[in-house]
């Protein structure tokens, strides 16, 4: 079955360092991947996403590019602020039987000032 | 409108108790789905939506009802829950299910139910 794993947590930056969180994955096929934050309190936004191949989502000074040869869809962010403190969950969905979003566990991002 | 409406925000309910979450969207999807979520846990599917009809059921007790009456609403009755159904419940709804893999789905901000 499908599958995602994320670089285990928490993760605690000063405001303005660079931000990598990994993701990798297992499909069968090719699913589209996605990245979502869920800010405290809150619930799940779509943050940003990519349906292919070396396809780059960028949204809020986030990327990820989706890279088939390492199965993995690393995200990223220059310059962090304290407003981005939140969790980022990695998440892949696939057509046919795998339409459901699979889910990494989790990745709490705290920005320190 | 590009949202999906939850409602309580808050839930405090006893075990012999019977209420219900509500969930609105009016972006036309036509795909509904509940989640649950643990503290510090991804959202674990629990009900799948597909034009109405209940397309999956992840074997969730049956102290859990879901109810679609309309293609904006999501209903979730809930009946004799137990302490550790207490969770954040998020609703979430997607252009078509069969085309989930290339859009995602847009959530709610959840209901954050707790069983007393």
């Known amino acids: 079955g499908n599958s995602v794993t994320q670089m285990e947590g928490p993760v605690t930056l000063s405001e303005e360092a660079f931000l990598t969180i990994n993701c990798t994955y297992t499909?069968?096929?090719?699913?589209?991947l996605f990245w979502y934050v869920q800010y405290p309190g809150e619930g799940l936004q779509l943050l940003l996403k990519?349906?292919?191949?070396?396809d780059k989502g960028s949204n809020k000074g986030f990327e990820a590019t989706y890279r088939k040869e390492t199965t993995s869809f690393h995200l990223e962010k220059g310059s962090v602020q304290v407003s981005d403190s939140a969790v980022y969950f990695c998440?892949?969905?696939?057509?046919?039987?795998?339409?459901?979003?699979?889910f990494g566990s989790g990745t709490q991002l705290t920005v320190l000032p | 409108d590009t949202e999906v409406t939850q409602t309580p925000k808050h839930l405090v309910m006893g075990m012999t108790n019977k209420k219900s979450l509500k969930c609105e969207q009016h972006?036309?999807?036509?795909?509904m789905y509940w989640y649950k979520q643990k503290a510090k846990k991804p959202p674990e599917l629990m009900f799948v939506?597909?034009?109405?009809?209940?397309?999956i059921n992840e074997s969730v007790p049956s102290r859990f009802s879901p109810e679609c009456p309309n293609s904006s609403l999501l209903n979730l009755h809930l009946h004799a829950l137990q302490p550790e159904d207490s969770a954040l419940y998020l609703c979430?709804?997607?252009?078509?299910?069969?085309?989930?893999f290339g859009y995602g789905y847009t959530f709610g901000s959840g209901t954050r139910l707790t069983v007393v």
């Open positions: 990519a349906t292919k191949a070396d």
């Open positions: 998440a892949l969905s696939e057509g046919g039987s795998a339409r459901q979003l699979t």
């Open positions: 979430a709804s997607s252009q078509d299910y069969a085309r989930t």
């Open positions: 972006m036309g999807h036509r795909a």
């Open positions: 939506y597909s034009y109405e009809k209940l397309s």
């Open positions: 499909a069968t096929g090719y699913p589209s």
